[in-house]
């Protein structure tokens, strides 16, 4: 999949003292996940719905 012109941002619960970044980008059917530190680096593609059932059990566990 291109993601070349994907408009990534930064997830809102990422911290900004510059170390666990999480960048966000929508992409046809998945959304693109990234590490901000290695832009260049693997990218992980999930459907809405995994996205969506991930967060909701991270926060579950907290």
């Excluded at 046809?28 to 809405?48: H, I, N, W, Y």
Aim: glycine content about 6%.
């Amino acid at each position: 999949m291109d993601l070349s012109k994907a408009e990534w941002r930064k997830a809102t619960r990422s911290l900004n003292n510059g170390g666990e970044c999480v960048e966000l980008a929508g992409a046809a059917s998945v959304v693109a996940v990234r590490d901000s530190k290695d832009p260049e680096g693997p990218v992980l593609l999930l459907t809405r719905a995994v996205l969506r059932a991930a967060l909701q059990s991270a926060t579950r566990t907290r």
